[in-house]
């Protein structure tokens, strides 16, 4: 699902706002983020908590 993110866009916000490491997420960016999308907040949040499920799954293994 992240293919539907700008990630340049994502990278730019990050830089400006200085709260997270590029390529890294963060939570206080993601209405930004979401904006920038053209999605929804609750739609960003299903992907960071899908995003990490995936994560420690696969950490997990």
Request: glycine fraction near 6%; avoid cysteine.
């Amino acid at each position: 699902m992240w293919d539907v993110l700008k990630m340049e866009n994502y990278e730019k916000i990050s830089r400006e706002n200085h709260r997270t490491i590029p390529g890294m997420t963060s939570i206080s960016l993601a209405s930004e983020v979401a904006k920038e999308a053209g999605m929804s907040f609750g739609q960003m949040m299903d992907i960071l908590i899908e995003d990490a499920m995936v994560g420690w799954q696969n950490f997990l293994m």
